[in-house]
């Protein structure tokens, strides 16, 4: 049994069908707070199985210890967070407290179940402005915002617990940029509101539901001047999940592993593709720079490959037009159409 944080999310959810599809079973304990119910009816769908939920706050120290008890899980995915940098900049403390005593919450509750494998869902935002291209991950650390501190400071933390205790088995995954759909076009990334990131936010525009696209930045010293990105199909980024509690089961340690295809594509690049992918005009303009941003971001995925066996399997073609298909089929997310 595998203990899912955050299970009903757009990483979690496409994460609980791979491991269900693997022959795990699966506890969800998730607030809904960024997600809905509907996600794991889906999977459930999808897969065929059962997925057990219990709906409550990692923060809340009783009831997280009493649902991973009663799961008799053998290892925790650590999904539930908040993620919007912009967000984290004007509510820092939300973010801290969710986050980073929710993280403190879960590691106890583990502690008091006997449960010592986790893996941690970590971001490549704790690379900061690369120093070099492609990314490795004894890269040096360092965030720019909120949200990206809450990640440092997990992982500080985590490495600090597997330093005084080597029994632990922890795995750090540092996604670069999950986008795309499970191909059945019955799960994916459902945004409440105006979309932060790139490829939710071009579907919206390709779908009609948004006028144009503004290109953050044209000028950075990128091949075509807009930004470069390591896109990374999210069915490819949950199967690595699987792998890792594989790898997890084999020895103790505290590994961080990137997640990415190790390929950079550029803002422009991925709006072509999604063009072809969907056959629909996506209007853009260029608009100054976003606070923050860096000019290009792409993994090495060696140490996935040498130590998990694991590599991506879908170009940017199958990720836009899974995105696509979900975008088509769910124009509203997971909520109801009207009427
Ligand atoms: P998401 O918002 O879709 O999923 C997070 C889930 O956690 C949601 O279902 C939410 O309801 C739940 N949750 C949040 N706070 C909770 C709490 N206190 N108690 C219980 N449940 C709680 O986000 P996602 O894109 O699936 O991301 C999953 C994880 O991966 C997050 O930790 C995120 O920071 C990290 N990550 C995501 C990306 C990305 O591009 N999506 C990139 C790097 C890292
Ligand atoms: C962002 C976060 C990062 C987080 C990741 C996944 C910032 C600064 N970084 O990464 O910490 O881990 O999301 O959640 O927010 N773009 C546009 N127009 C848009 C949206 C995006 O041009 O409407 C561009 C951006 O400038 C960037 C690229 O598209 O060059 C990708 O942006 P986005 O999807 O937000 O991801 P990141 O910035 O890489």
């Not at 299970?7 to 795990?24: D, F, K, N, P, R």
């Not at 973010?95 to 490549?124: E, I, Q, R």
């Not at 922890?170 to 940029?177: E, H, S």
């Not at 199909?233 to 792998?243: E, I, K, S, T």
């Amino acid at each position: 049994m595998i203990f899912v944080t955050g299970g009903a999310g757009y990483i979690g959810s496409h994460t609980c069908v791979e491991l269900l599809q693997a022959g795990h079973e699966v506890t969800v304990y998730d607030n809904f707070s960024n997600s809905s119910p509907e996600s794991l009816r889906r999977v459930e769908r999808i897969t065929g199985r059962a997925v057990r939920l219990v709906e409550g706050d990692i923060r809340h120290p009783q009831a997280l210890t009493d649902a991973l008890r009663q799961s008799g899980a053998s290892a925790v995915i650590h999904f539930a967070g908040l993620k919007a940098v912009g967000e984290s900049v004007e509510q820092p403390l939300r973010y801290y407290d969710n986050n980073v005593l929710g993280t403190l919450s879960l590691l106890h509750a583990m502690g008091a179940c006997h449960v010592n494998k986790l893996v941690f869902s970590s971001s490549a935002t704790v690379y900061g402005d690369p120093l070099h291209l492609p990314i490795t991950e004894d890269h040096p650390l360092s965030a720019t915002n909120p949200y990206g501190r809450t990640k440092l400071m997990i992982e500080d933390i985590l490495r600090d617990l597997y330093r005084s205790d080597p029994a632990w088995h922890i795995g750090i995954l540092r996604y670069f940029n999950p986008i795309g759909a499970h191909p059945s076009g019955l799960i994916g990334e459902d945004p409440q509101g105006i979309p932060n990131n790139l490829m939710p936010y071009v579907s919206q525009v390709a779908a009609g539901q948004r006028e144009r696209l503004q290109i953050w930045g044209q000028d950075y010293p990128t091949p075509d001047g807009t930004g470069v990105r390591d896109f990374i199909h999210v069915v490819d980024l949950a199967l690595g999940h699987v792998r890792t509690l594989a790898h997890l089961e084999k020895a103790a340690g505290c590994t961080a592993i990137n997640l990415g295809t190790g390929q950079g594509y550029s803002v422009l690049e991925l709006v072509r593709a999604f063009e072809k992918a969907s056959g629909q005009t996506v209007p853009y303009s260029f608009a100054a720079r976003r606070a923050g941003d860096i000019a290009a971001s792409y993994a090495s995925p060696e140490r996935a490959i040498q130590l998990l066996g694991w590599r991506p399997q879908h170009g940017l073609d199958a990720m836009c037009a899974d995105s696509w298909r979900w975008q088509q089929g769910n124009p509203l997310g997971y909520r109801p159409a009207q009427g």
